[in-house]
C-alpha cells in the first residue's frame, strides 16, 4: 500500500483533528520522527515534520474501507448475515484462576488469556489499560510484562484510555512479541498499520483482543461529574463500575449506585462516527453483554482460536457454547446493529 505524502498540518490537523479524531494515539505513536505529543486527548505538532503520511495512513477516522481490512485480515469480506463481523465462532468463556475472578470485569478471559500467553512465553509483554495512582478511576496506556501485572491491570475503564501509545514503549524496549487489548478504533488503527506496512510493529504484535464498546466517556465528565458531583461518591472509594442496561457503581463497602445510560451520554467521548460496537478487525473480541460472571467472546482469526484453545487446555478457563446464552446473543447482534445504524 503506497503512502500519501502529506503532512500533519494539511491532513489530520485539517481535515480529522476538529470533528473526527478518536483520539486513539496511533498518530503519535507510529510517528517516525516523533514529531507528535498526545495532549488532552489530541495530537499535537511539537517538532518537524517531514511529511511522510504515515500519521494519516495509520489514522482509523480514514480510508480505507473497511472491506480492504477485512480482506487483509481474514482474506475476505463479512458475508450478509455476519451483523458483528467476520468470524469463525462464538462462545462463552470463564476464568477458573481465582485471582482473576476477584478482580475481572465479567469472566475474566481476557485476563486469563494474557496469563497464559505470558506463562507459555508465547509473547513478552501485552498493552492493556490500567488505573492510575494519583487520580482515581483514571485509565493509563501501559505495558505489562508479568501476570501479576496483567492481573493488577484487569477489569473495565469506561473513560478513554489511548493504549496505543504503550505500544511504541513496548518497541522502544525493544520487546517483539505482544499482545493488544484495546477498543475498536484502536483493533482498527493496528490493522491500518498493517496495511500499509510497517514491519517492525506489525511483525511484533501476536494477537489483538478487541473489547466491545457502545462508546466511551470523558474522565472530567463520566468521573468528576457523574459520580463525584452528581452522585456524591469519592472515585477512590469506587470499587467497579459495570454497564448492564444502566451503570452500576460499586463502591469498596459494597453498595451500589446507579446513573442512567442516558444521563452518562453527555459525557460522551468523540465516539459518534464509530460503526464498529464489536472490534470485527481483531482476532477475538470480548464483552459482557448482560452475563453475569462469564464473557461472550467472538473468535475471528486462526489467531484467535490457537489463544484459546490454549488458555483451555491450561485449565484457564471453562468454555461454553453461546447457544447456553441466547439472550446474550440476541444483545451482541442488537447492538452492532445499532451502532453501525448510528455511525
Known sequence: MPIEKVGFEDSLKRLVVPDLCVGCGSCVAFCPVKCLEYSDGLPRLVGKCTECGICFQVCPSCGPPTEELENL????????????????????????????????????????????????????????????????????????????????????????SPNILAVREALDKRLKSLAFVGTP????????????????????????????????????????????????????????????????????????????????????WNCGHC????????????????LQGWTLAIIRTERGEEALKRAEEAGLIKVRPVEDEPKAYKILVNLSKKKRLRG
Request: charged share 30%; with cysteine; hydrophobic share 40%.
Open 185 to 268: 478504533c484502536q483493533i482498527r488503527a493496528l490493522r491500518r498499520m498493517e496495511m500499509i506496512p510497517l514491519k517492525r510493529y506489525a511483525s511484533a504484535l501476536k494477537l489483538l483482543v478487541g473489547l466491545f464498546c457502545s462508546e466511551s466517556f470523558t474522565y472530567e465528565g463520566f468521573v468528576i461529574d457523574g459520580i463525584k458531583r452528581k452522585l456524591g461518591l469519592d472515585p477512590k472509594d469506587v470499587k467497579k463500575v459495570n454497564i448492564k442496561g444502566k451503570i452500576l457503581i460499586t463502591t469498596m463497602e459494597g453498595e451500589v449506585r446507579t446513573l442512567s445510560i442516558k444521563d452518562a451520554k453527555r459525557y460522551s
Open 73 to 160: 485480515v481474514f482474506g475476505r469480506e463479512r458475508k450478509i448475515g455476519e451483523e458483528f463481523g467476520v468470524h469463525r465462532r462464538v462462545v462463552v468463556a470463564q476464568t477458573t484462576d481465582e485471582r482473576i475472578r476477584e478482580v475481572c470485569q465479567d469472566g475474566g478471559l481476557v485476563t486469563s488469556l494474557l496469563m497464559n500467553a505470558l506463562e507459555e512465553g508465547l509473547i513478552e509483554g501485552a498493552v492493556v489499560s490500567c488505573v492510575s495512582d494519583e487520580e482515581p478511576l483514571k485509565p493509563l496506556p501501559r505495558l505489562v510484562t508479568t501476570v501479576d501485572e496483567a492481573i493488577e491491570c484487569a477489569g473495565t475503564r469506561y473513560t478513554y
Open 275 to 290: 460503526r464498529d460496537f464489536s472490534a470485527e478487525l481483531a482476532d477475538i473480541s470480548a464483552g459482557g453483554v448482560g
